[in-house]
């Protein structure tokens, strides 16, 4: 059975997934990663995009680049791990393929 996905709504699980996770750095995209055991052989993502990025039209286009993003790699990686994706400002910039390839790197060496 393939692992499901679902999106971490929570502050409170954002914080934990920061405080007690790993911080991985790229060039367009930032992840948070934690294992745990508890979710049943589910990943939980959720999406970053601060007002850094700029208005909300390019927010919620930064938003909508990353849930693709974690429908076409994450969904290949570990369960029982939660992943954040943190946009920077040059994910609006940047071709989809070559973000594709980006996350995969980093998800796969870390």
């Known amino acids: 059975m393939a692992p499901q996905l679902f999106t971490i709504k929570k502050r409170t699980t954002f914080v934990h997934i920061r405080d007690n996770g790993v911080f991985i750095r790229s060039n367009n995209i930032n ?6 055991q508890d979710l049943d052989n589910k990943i939980g993502v959720g999406y970053t995009a601060t ?3 700029g208005n909300a039209v390019k927010r919620n286009k930064a938003k909508r680049i990353m849930r693709e993003l974690a429908k076409k790699i994450l969904i290949k990686c570990k369960t029982n791990t939660y992943y954040v994706l943190i946009a920077k400002t040059s994910i609006l910039d940047i071709k989809f393929k070559d973000l594709l390839e980006e996350l995969e790197k980093i ?3 870390k």
């Not at 992840?31 to 745990?36: D, P, R």
């Open 31 to 36: 992840v948070q990663k934690l294992i745990n």
């Open 107 to 109: 998800i796969n060496v």
């Open 51 to 53: 007002k850094k990025i």
